[in-house]
């Protein structure tokens, strides 16, 4: 279990908890992020180092990949096995408690799951061919 505190658009800090998907729904969500040309949000969100801030952003920049995640169905699948202060965000109770007039928070507890979840592993594929190649040569 991953936990983790964000603050709401109106400042007030809230825990979450998630559990990571499991690969057999994981990979299909994947995909999806992937076919809605958020390469240069993956970029992004494989930066260890990228302070909030920082990101929030550089985030705002692709605000038109982002509006390719508004879709609640897909957003409730992704946010599966995440707890805001105890309760489940997936559901629509859930979510409509959770983010109604809270898009902010909605968007950095996105950024969290998927960073959590490594649905875009870019920044280890350089090394897996190298370490693949060092291998071949040995």
């Not at 996105?110 to 979840?117: D, G, I, P, Q, Y």
């Amino acid at each position: 279990m991953i936990e983790f505190v964000l603050a709401d658009d109106q400042g007030n800090e809230h825990r979450y908890s998630l559990t990571l998907l499991p690969a057999s729904k994981a990979l299909p969500l994947g995909r999806v992020l992937y076919a809605k040309g958020l390469g240069p949000v993956a970029k992004l969100l494989t930066e260890k180092s990228a302070d909030r801030e920082k990101l929030g952003a550089e985030l705002l920049a692709l605000v038109p990949q982002l509006i390719e995640l508004l879709d609640v169905p897909f957003l409730q699948q992704l946010l599966s096995g995440v707890q805001r202060d105890g309760l489940e965000v997936s559901t629509t109770a859930g979510f409509d408690r959770a983010f109604t007039a809270n898009y902010g928070e909605l968007v950095l507890a996105v950024v969290e799951v998927v960073k959590a979840n490594g649905f875009f592993p870019l920044s280890r594929l350089g090394s897996l061919n190298a370490t693949a190649l060092n291998q071949r040569r040995g």
